[in-house]
């Protein structure tokens, strides 16, 4: 596996690959990598002839200081866990490299980083949008891979490629859980053993929600509740936000009418963690 | 010349080429065409192997729904204009293809942005960023030519492209004039002849400046009150805004001390005309 600091050889690396027809894929990721980023690498392994895994835990993104600062990073064992499997390249890029003294270019997805993780996360959407669209010009990919867990990143990043015309396919791939049911993020390794149990019930809720659904259960409120009375029942874990939504839009939706989006934040002592899942 | 209307296919087109490591040069214009555009895509041909231009009309960077409206049009005059000077693509977009339903993600550069035109033309370089960047996804030059009538344009493209890593160069050209030194500008088309003969304020005030600095004048305060002089000879003409200021940062100067942009923009009747020089 090659690593690539510098900007400018990234871009050399990736236009060479171009130039030989190569299919390139793009895992971008902050590092502290567990199965969920690895599940995106075998996926882009077999989609593309090479594939490209950024570390870089990209401090614009982050509204809060000591969440940037506390940050899990461990760049030696994500080096390990990626020439395990094959990658090709890890850029690995400096925060001075990436925004030098005078950079002021932000990209904006007005709309759907309104909602959700964007009402409590001021300025999170607008600090992945832009450092998305800077490693899409240095890497260059033709398909870059995101995981559900973050399901509005998602969709944010679906619509700024649709809107500013990169050429290039982002696909998704559903989140990874522990065998006891916690989405994998990197942030489960702030858990004390007390919040590790006790952040079992946001999958717990979900999979509540989508029992009441499958009896038949429509109405958002009552589907929330539900959601809100299991979250309750641990209290060390305190709920940001519950919301069903159009999964394109965002949207609130009243009723459950064809597939909708089950999205939750909680925080779990100091963590903040999310999760979510598609009902119907 | 090949003319292209489908984003898609001008993406294709421009992929293939640079397959064939061929280098494409890019113009971007809204059209109507006058020998300042022709200059760039001259240079953009002795520079390049291929060229292509763009004409569209950006409605998001236009701050007045009037000024859209009237802007000058002539879409087969430009076609055989570039023809005659064997432009090897038109790239002409429809703007329900460049700004489809659901259109939301924005492209900000944001203290260069903010002095000069940009006072007075709020989300004017909102809505050049952001369709540049899009023009640059779609036709993925290896260079893009740029007039410097549009000074402040310059810098903010200059600024955009560093910041989010284009892998392109970006080459500015000297601003043309008519053989009495008004500079080149789709919107002359709209004076009236009375019109047309008062806007030579503009570019007289900018000699006239020049002439002071050049007799050891540094105050700002002193060379604008020339500026502002000259124009006053016009009652025609209501200037908007004349600045001494650092072409890098574009911030206000006191004193020139080094090379200074002098930029100033004026109405002459309904029309806003804009022109600049570098002192000393």
Redesign the interface.
């Known amino acids: 596996m090659e690593i690539i600091t510098s900007?400018r050889e990234m871009?050399r690396w990736s236009?060479a690959r171009?130039?030989e027809?190569k299919i390139i894929a793009f895992v971008p990721t902050m590092g502290f990598l567990h199965e969920g980023h690895l599940s995106l690498v075998r996926e882009g392994k077999r989609r593309g002839d090479v594939v490209v895994v950024s570390i870089f835990v990209n401090p614009i993104q982050f509204n809060q200081p000591s969440d940037f600062a506390t940050y899990p990073r461990n760049v030696e064992q994500d080096r390990r866990m990626l020439e395990a499997i094959a990658t090709d390249v890890l850029f690995l890029p400096e925060a001075a490299e990436m925004y030098p003294p005078?950079?002021?270019?932000?990209?904006?997805?007005?709309?759907?980083s309104r909602p959700l993780c964007g009402a409590f996360r001021p300025g999170h959407f607008r600090g992945v949008?832009?450092v998305v669209?800077?490693l899409f010009?240095?890497v260059?990919p033709h398909l870059a891979l995101f995981g559900e867990k973050d399901f509005q990143q998602c969709v944010v990043i679906r619509?700024?490629v649709q809107?500013?015309?990169?050429?290039l396919e982002i696909i998704t791939m559903p989140t990874v859980r522990e065998p006891d049911g916690l989405a994998m993020s990197s942030r489960n390794a702030r858990l004390s053993p007390a919040e590790r149990q006790s952040s079992l019930c946001l999958s717990r809720a979900l999979r509540k929600a989508q029992e009441v659904v499958r009896q038949g259960e429509r109405r958002s409120a009552v589907i929330l509740q539900v959601v809100r009375d299991e979250i309750a029942k641990e209290p060390q874990v305190r709920i940001e936000y519950a919301t069903l939504a159009n999964p394109e839009t965002l949207e609130d939706v009243a009723e459950v009418a064809g597939p909708t989006l089950l999205a939750l934040a909680a925080w779990v002592g100091e963590v903040r963690l999310i999760d979510n899942c598609i009902l119907q």
């Open positions: 900007i871009q236009e171009r130039r027809r005078g950079f002021q270019t932000t990209v904006e997805v007005e709309t759907v949008a832009t669209t800077k010009n240095i260059k619509r700024m809107d500013l015309n990169f050429d």
